[in-house]
C-alpha cells in the first residue's frame, strides 16, 4: 500500500478509535447498517433545536438545548465514523485494484512495444502467405492495441476514482475532528454554565439581566442618550476619573471597559491600534488567567494607556472567547466593541490624548445608573470612552 494512504488511514483510525472513541461507551445510537435511521433521528433533533431557540430563555430550556446538541453532535460523530471505516475499505479495494491494473498496464506496454516492431503493416506484408493472412495479422494488432487503450482507460478511471475517495477521507477526518471539537465545546459551556449558576433559575435570569442592560446601556450611549456634561479641556496623562472598586450597575466587578469610536461613522475601533506596546499585562481573557486560548493582546499605537501597568487583560475586541464560549454573553452579543482592563497597582483612569472631557450616565431598566467619561480628541472625528468609573 502506498505511503501516503497509509498515512491518511492511519489518520482515519486514530480519529476513530482514540480522538471519539469514549462515544461507543455507551449504546451506538446510529445503526452501522442502516444509516437512514440515523439520519432521521439526527432531522428530529435537528427540529428540536430550532424550537427551542425560539422559546423563552430559561436555564432549563438551555440546559435542554445544550443535551440536544450534545447528543446530535454525537449521533453526527458516530455518522462519519461508520462513513470513515467503509470510505477505508473502498479505499483499501481501490488500492489493491489500482496496484493490479498498473501491474497488467506495464506488462501490456512493454508487450505493444514488441508487437509495435514486429508487426509493423510493411513486416507482416512481407511475412504473410497471403492477403487473408496480412488481414487477419493486421486485425489482431488493431484488437490488441484497442484492448491496451481499454486497459489504460479503466487504470485512469481507477486512480481519479481512487483519488476522490481520497480527499474525500481527508475532509471527512477533518469534520470527524470538528465534531469531536463541537462535542467537547457544548459539555464545556454547559459544565460553565452549571457551574456559574448552581443550576438555579433565577440567579441564571439575574445573570442574563445585567450582562443584557449593561450592553443595552453602552449600546444607548453611542447612540447618544447618555445625559453628559461637558468638564473642559483635558491634557494627555491627566487624571480623569477612577475605576469602581466593586461591582456596579450591571457590572459584575472592578474593571475599565474602553472602547475607541469614530463620531462621524458611530464606528467602533480596535484599541490595540492605538495603544503602545510593551506594556506589563497578564491575560485573564481567556478560560483562565494565562491559558493559551485568551484573546490577542497586541497593541501598536503611540497612545499612553488609560490605567497604569501592570494590566490585567480580560477581554479583547471583536470576536473574543467571551462572546464565543460564555454562554450568557454568546446568547447576547457576538462582537465586543472594546477591551475589558484593570490596574494591579492603581484605580485611577487617564486620558489617552488631549481633548474635550465629558461626564455621563446611563439610567438602565433596573433603574441603577451606569457611569462613563468621554474624551473627544483634538484629532478629527475620534472619541475615546471609558465606562465603569467615578469621577
Same mark, same amino acid.
Given at each position: 500500500?502506498?505511503?501516503?494512504?497509509?498515512?491518511?488511514?492511519?489518520?482515519?483510525?486514530?480519529?476513530?478509535?482514540?480522538?471519539?472513541?469514549?462515544?461507543?461507551?455507551?449504546?451506538?445510537?446510529?445503526?452501522?447498517?442502516?444509516?437512514?435511521?440515523?439520519?432521521?433521528?439526527?432531522?428530529?433533533?435537528?427540529?428540536? %433545536? +430550532? @424550537?427551542?431557540?425560539? !422559546? $423563552?430563555?430559561? /436555564?432549563?430550556?438551555?440546559?435542554?438545548?445544550?443535551?440536544?446538541?450534545? *447528543?446530535?453532535?454525537?449521533?453526527?460523530?458516530?455518522?462519519?465514523?461508520?462513513?470513515?471505516?467503509?470510505?477505508?475499505?473502498?479505499?483499501?479495494?481501490?488500492?489493491?485494484?489500482?496496484?493490479?491494473?498498473?501491474?497488467?498496464?506495464?506488462?501490456?506496454?512493454?508487450?505493444?512495444?514488441?508487437?509495435?516492431?514486429?508487426?509493423?503493416?510493411?513486416?507482416?506484408?512481407?511475412?504473410?502467405?497471403?492477403?487473408?493472412?496480412?488481414?487477419?495479422?493486421?486485425?489482431?494488432?488493431?484488437?490488441?492495441?484497442?484492448?491496451?487503450?481499454?486497459?489504460?482507460?479503466?487504470?485512469?478511471?481507477?486512480?481519479?476514482?481512487?483519488?476522490?475517495?481520497?480527499?474525500?477521507?481527508?475532509?471527512?477526518?477533518?469534520?470527524?475532528?470538528?465534531?469531536?471539537?463541537? %462535542? +467537547? @465545546?457544548?459539555?464545556? !459551556? $454547559?459544565?460553565? /454554565?452549571?457551574?456559574?449558576?448552581?443550576?438555579?433559575?433565577?440567579?441564571? *435570569?439575574?445573570?442574563?439581566?445585567?450582562?443584557?442592560?449593561?450592553?443595552?446601556?453602552?449600546?444607548?450611549?453611542?447612540?447618544?442618550?447618555?445625559?453628559?456634561?461637558?468638564?473642559?479641556?483635558?491634557?494627555?496623562?491627566?487624571?480623569?476619573?477612577?475605576?469602581?472598586?466593586?461591582?456596579?450597575?450591571?457590572?459584575?466587578?472592578?474593571?475599565?471597559?474602553?472602547?475607541?469610536?469614530?463620531?462621524?461613522?458611530?464606528?467602533?475601533?480596535?484599541?490595540?491600534?492605538?495603544?503602545?506596546?510593551?506594556?506589563?499585562?497578564?491575560?485573564?481573557?481567556?478560560?483562565?488567567?494565562?491559558?493559551?486560548?485568551?484573546?490577542?493582546?497586541?497593541?501598536?499605537?503611540?497612545?499612553?494607556?488609560?490605567?497604569?501597568?501592570?494590566?490585567?487583560?480580560?477581554?479583547?475586541?471583536?470576536?473574543?472567547?467571551?462572546?464565543?464560549?460564555?454562554?450568557?454573553?454568546?446568547?447576547?452579543?457576538?462582537?465586543?466593541?472594546?477591551?475589558?482592563?484593570?490596574?494591579?497597582?492603581?484605580?485611577?483612569?487617564?486620558?489617552?490624548?488631549?481633548?474635550?472631557?465629558?461626564?455621563?450616565?446611563?439610567?438602565?431598566?433596573?433603574?441603577?445608573?451606569?457611569?462613563?467619561?468621554?474624551?473627544?480628541?483634538?484629532?478629527?472625528?475620534?472619541?475615546?470612552?471609558?465606562?465603569?468609573?467615578?469621577?
Amino acid at each position: 500500500m502506498r505511503p501516503s494512504l497509509m498515512r491518511l488511514l492511519a489518520i482515519a483510525l486514530f480519529l476513530l478509535f482514540f480522538v471519539t472513541g469514549y462515544v461507543y461507551a455507551q449504546e451506538p445510537l446510529c445503526p452501522k447498517d442502516n444509516l437512514d435511521v440515523c439520519n432521521q433521528t439526527i432531522n428530529k433533533l435537528q427540529v428540536k %433545536l +430550532d @424550537q427551542l431557540r425560539t !422559546e $423563552k430563555n430559561t /436555564l432549563s430550556n438551555k440546559i435542554s438545548y445544550y443535551n440536544s446538541q450534545i *447528543q446530535l453532535t454525537t449521533l453526527q460523530i458516530q455518522q462519519t465514523e461508520i462513513q470513515i471505516a467503509s470510505l477505508s475499505k473502498q479505499i483499501t479495494d481501490l488500492e489493491s485494484r489500482l496496484t493490479r491494473l498498473s501491474e497488467l498496464f506495464r506488462r501490456r506496454t512493454v508487450e505493444g512495444y514488441r508487437l509495435t516492431v514486429e508487426m509493423e503493416p510493411l513486416t507482416l506484408l512481407l511475412a504473410s502467405d497471403n492477403l487473408s493472412n496480412f488481414m487477419t495479422q493486421l486485425e489482431y494488432l488493431r484488437t490488441i492495441r484497442l484492448n491496451d487503450r481499454k486497459l489504460m482507460l479503466q487504470v485512469e478511471e481507477t486512480r481519479s476514482n481512487y483519488d476522490g475517495q481520497r480527499t474525500l477521507a481527508q475532509l471527512l477526518a477533518r469534520r470527524l475532528e470538528t465534531q469531536k471539537q463541537s %462535542l +467537547d @465545546q457544548s459539555k464545556k !459551556e $454547559k459544565e460553565y /454554565l452549571l457551574q456559574v449558576t448552581g443550576n438555579e433559575e433565577k440567579r441564571y *435570569q439575574d445573570m442574563l439581566s445585567r450582562a443584557l442592560a449593561e450592553y443595552e446601556a453602552i449600546q444607548a450611549v453611542f447612540s447618544g442618550k447618555g445625559k453628559e456634561s461637558i468638564v473642559g479641556e483635558i491634557k494627555e496623562g491627566q487624571r480623569i476619573a477612577s475605576i469602581i472598586s466593586k461591582e456596579s450597575c450591571n457590572s459584575d466587578g472592578a474593571h475599565l471597559h474602553f472602547t475607541v469610536k469614530d463620531s462621524q461613522s458611530n464606528n467602533t475601533h480596535n484599541p490595540f491600534g492605538y495603544l503602545r506596546g510593551g506594556i506589563n499585562y497578564i491575560n485573564c481573557s481567556g478560560s483562565s488567567c494565562g491559558s493559551s486560548d485568551g484573546d490577542a493582546f497586541a497593541p501598536g499605537g503611540n497612545w499612553l494607556w488609560p490605567i497604569d501597568a501592570p494590566i490585567k487583560f480580560t477581554q479583547g475586541y471583536g470576536s473574543t472567547w467571551a462572546t464565543r464560549n460564555d454562554p450568557i454573553i454568546k446568547s447576547l452579543y457576538s462582537f465586543h466593541d472594546g477591551i475589558d482592563i484593570m490596574s494591579n497597582s492603581s484605580s485611577e483612569v487617564k486620558a489617552v490624548k488631549t481633548g474635550v472631557l465629558y461626564r455621563g450616565a446611563f439610567t438602565v431598566r433596573s433603574g441603577c445608573q451606569l457611569r462613563y467619561v468621554k474624551v473627544k480628541h483634538a484629532e478629527a472625528n475620534i472619541e475615546t470612552y471609558y465606562f465603569h468609573v467615578n469621577y
